[in-house]
């Protein structure tokens, strides 16, 4: 069974990490949380959940804004073909959120490590980060350094690289 949102809370608090959380209605895209930016200072994220031809799984979280340029991208990441979005059923067995609430705070659910977690050199130049926290009925501000720890804590090693144009 996926992790609540507050169980992600109460893992978060476990670590010693402090977050804010606005709640608001749901948010399906990049466009919809746009209109939050008054609200909420700091990076806020666009994740791809990604797929190699070996069944390699990739979450790739990037700056909403940010260019990813798909077809090449699998050179970046070290995927060991081209890429594509992973399917539905992979995303909630292995992050354990539905298309449209994809954020790094579901490598909590990823207790197995078979998800890499890329996060692009660019997003990590904001001192606070916004993600959806395992719903996009919210939206949950972490600092860089703290979310860099929760990834670590979660047993995941997070790959900085520059991914967007």
């Given at each position: 069974?996926?992790?609540?949102?507050?169980?992600?809370?109460?893992?978060?608090?476990?670590?010693?990490?402090?977050?804010?959380?606005?709640?608001?209605?749901?948010?399906?895209?990049?466009?919809?949380?746009?209109?939050?930016?008054?609200?909420?200072?700091?990076?806020?994220?666009?994740?791809?959940?990604?797929?190699?031809?070996?069944?390699?799984?990739?979450?790739?979280?990037?700056?909403?804004?940010?260019?990813?340029?798909?077809?090449?991208?699998?050179?970046?990441?070290?995927?060991?073909?081209?890429?594509?979005?992973g399917?539905?059923?992979?995303?909630?067995?292995?992050?354990?959120?539905?298309?449209?609430?994809?954020?790094?705070?579901?490598?909590?659910?990823d207790?197995?490590?078979?998800?890499?977690?890329?996060?692009?050199?660019?997003?990590?130049?904001?001192?606070?980060?916004?993600?959806?926290?395992?719903?996009?009925?919210?939206?949950?501000?972490?600092?860089?350094?703290?979310?860099m720890?929760?990834?670590r804590?979660?047993?995941?090693?997070?790959?900085?690289?520059?991914?967007?144009?």
């Amino acid at each position: 069974m996926p992790k609540t949102p507050d169980d992600l809370f109460d893992y978060l608090d476990a670590l010693g990490i402090r977050t804010t959380t606005v709640r608001h209605a749901p948010l399906f895209t990049v466009a919809d949380s746009q209109a939050l930016r008054g609200e909420i200072p700091g990076g806020h994220t666009k994740n791809l959940f990604l797929k190699d031809k070996k069944d390699n799984y990739f979450l790739v979280t990037v700056e909403e804004d940010a260019e990813v340029d798909l077809k090449q991208i699998h050179h970046v990441i070290g995927a060991a073909s081209r890429v594509s979005f992973g399917r539905p059923e992979a995303l909630m067995d292995l992050l354990g959120v539905i298309p449209g609430a994809v954020t790094a705070f579901g490598l909590v659910n990823d207790d197995k490590g078979r998800v890499r977690f890329v996060v692009d050199a660019a997003l990590m130049e904001h001192g606070i980060i916004n993600a959806h926290p395992l719903t996009n009925e919210a939206t949950t501000s972490i600092s860089a350094g703290d979310l860099m720890a929760f990834v670590r804590a979660t047993g995941h090693e997070p790959a900085i690289l520059k991914v967007s144009a």
